[in-house]
């Protein structure tokens, strides 16, 4: 009985140290914003989207830093233009993912991993002032 204590006891100090780790308060780093095409504040409002976004669709992960190049942007950006005066642009994060002691069938990315220059790709028509995320993953933008 005392064995079976102590290994339930082991198991569960594992467990919140694994899942309630010092990466859940990460800070998010930004990195300078450089573009011709667009201003700070509205690079700046992507990246707020893909924050708000992240939040979102990636819970089971944490944002450790969100980025914007304006070449491998420009690379993809064009097919993605509904109408010619779209604007498109995709911002890049780096993450983690957390470990999950009973990892579920739905999980996606994979546990305990650091992902890098995962894209964000966001549109706005001429008339709309918001970014809106059209889609995210590295799959995405070779679809």
């Given at each position: 009985m005392v064995v079976l204590a102590f290994i339930c006891g082991i198991i569960a100090f594992f467990a919140y140290a694994l899942y309630s780790n010092s990466w859940k308060t990460v800070q998010v780093v930004r990195s300078d914003i450089h573009s011709e095409l667009y201003a700070k504040q509205e690079v700046a409002a992507a990246m707020d989207a893909v924050e708000q976004g992240f939040a979102q669709e990636l819970k089971d992960a944490r944002l450790t830093e969100i980025s914007y190049n304006e070449q491998a942007s420009s690379t993809y950006a064009d097919s993605f233009k509904k109408q010619a005066s779209d604007?498109?642009?995709v911002v890049f994060t780096n993450f983690i993912t957390v470990f999950h002691l009973f990892p579920?069938?739905?999980?996606?990315?994979?546990?305990?991993?650091?992902?890098k220059g995962y894209p964000w790709v966001l549109r706005r028509?001429?008339?709309?002032?918001?970014?809106?995320?059209?889609?995210?993953?590295?799959?995405?933008l070779y679809t």
């Open positions: 604007e498109v642009i579920s069938e739905e999980q996606l990315l994979e546990p305990n991993t650091t992902y028509s001429a008339n709309q002032k918001a970014w809106e995320i059209i889609g995210s993953g590295y799959g995405y």
